[in-house]
């Protein structure tokens, strides 16, 4: 089992909707999550990080954590098509600075 | 400058041949870390360091890749006897206090074609 998974996709969703990105991982003492975004040629950059559970809102992306079921989720309200990218999953353990990612949901909005 | 650096931004070798990638930290980011990423793939976890602490290496693909950090801030990633499957983009990340929080914080990569 990989340590932190995500579907490759690509998800396509229209604009306006919502877009939800789905994270597990594997290691249950994990204690940080990140949520990245990464356009098309250019390197990853930080959108969101979760440390407890519940939600997390930040303008339009909610981030959503279940520590019991060992998922982490990226909620997009009113997609845009500048939204259209690669979200990467990452995974801090407790005490340890090495963070692990997920492999990324490529995301596309359509017009 | 106040972000991750990373030189060069493309490298072309052929077959066979040795080539370095470095890597400048944020000033301060105790933690670094090089990723891999192939065409239309995810980031490939290759070496962690981590203060003065051994690094973790377990992401190493093969013997011929090899890094260095010396006086814990810039980073070599040295891959010998280069094969056509390297080819991909080299990225470097040190971690510390950003907006959000501890975050990684990634360079621009090297595109590494290998002819």
């Known amino acids: 089992q990989k340590e932190v998974e995500q579907n490759s996709g690509p998800l396509s969703v229209p604009e306006g909707a919502i877009a939800s990105l789905n994270c597990t991982y594997s290691?249950?003492?994990?204690?940080?999550f990140f949520w990245y975004r990464q356009y098309s040629g250019k390197s990853p950059e930080l959108i969101m990080s979760?440390?407890?559970?519940g939600d997390k809102e930040d303008g339009r992306f909610t981030a959503q954590l279940n520590k019991a079921s060992q998922y982490v989720s990226l909620l997009i309200r009113d997609s845009q098509p500048s939204d259209s990218a690669t979200y990467l999953c990452?995974?801090?353990?407790?005490?340890?600075?090495?963070?692990?990612f997920g492999t990324g949901t490529k995301l596309q909005v359509i017009p | 400058g106040a972000g991750v650096s990373q030189s060069p931004s493309n490298k072309v070798t052929e077959k066979g041949k040795d080539v370095e990638l470095r890597c400048d930290p944020i000033?301060?980011?105790?933690?670094l870390y090089w990723y891999r990423q192939s065409l239309g793939q995810g980031l490939e976890f290759l070496i962690y360091f981590q203060g003065n602490s051994a690094p973790d290496k377990s992401g190493l693909p093969s013997d011929r890749f090899s890094a260095e950090r010396t006086g814990g801030s810039v980073s070599t990633l040295t891959i010998q006897r280069t094969q056509q499957e390297d080819s991909a983009v080299y990225l470097c990340a040190s971690m510390g206090q950003g907006l959000l929080g501890t975050e990684a914080f990634f360079g621009q990569g090297t595109r590494l074609t290998v002819v």
């Open positions: 000033s301060g980011h105790t933690a």
């Open positions: 290691d249950r003492v994990s204690q940080s």
């Open positions: 990452a995974v801090r353990l407790r005490g340890y600075q090495k963070v692990t």
């Open positions: 979760i440390y407890s559970n």
